[in-house]
Nanobody
Framework: QALFVESGGGLVQPGGSLTLSCAAS????????MGWYRQAPGKQRELVAD?????ITNYADSVKGRFTISRDNNTVYLQMNSLKPEDTAVYYC??????????WGQGTQVTISS
């Protein structure tokens, strides 16, 4: 079972930028599409960006034009620009589709506040 380690979160002011990184064990990046998910307090976890092995990317409407997902052999990144308070959440990466009974990493907290 793949293990995911997310990093790069923090506290930034509205309009700021952050770059998140995700490392995973095993050969998962070569096999699956990868996605960045987020979960805000009191809300369900949602997929915000995904990246196929062929480099095709998709974004939730709420982040389109502000977030960019990319990957290399070992890491998946999420470049986040023009951050808004509503982007505050714990951000996770995982494969797509999710593994049945698969686990999640600890995530990385992103807080947007002045």
């Amino acid at each position: 079972q793949a293990l995911f380690v997310e990093s790069g979160g923090g506290l930034v002011q509205p309009g700021g930028s952050l770059t998140l990184s995700c490392a995973a064990s095993g050969n998962i990046f070569h096999i699956y599409a990868m996605g960045w998910y987020r979960q805000a307090p009191g809300k369900q976890r949602e997929l915000v960006a995904d990246n196929t092995r062929d480099g095709i990317t998709n974004y939730a409407d709420s982040v389109k034009g502000r977030f960019t997902i990319s990957r290399d052999n070992n890491t998946v990144y999420l470049q986040m620009n023009s951050l808004k308070p509503e982007d505050t959440a714990v951000y996770y990466c995982n494969r797509i589709p999710l593994a049945p009974g698969g686990s999640w990493g600890q995530g990385t907290q992103v807080t947007i506040s002045s």
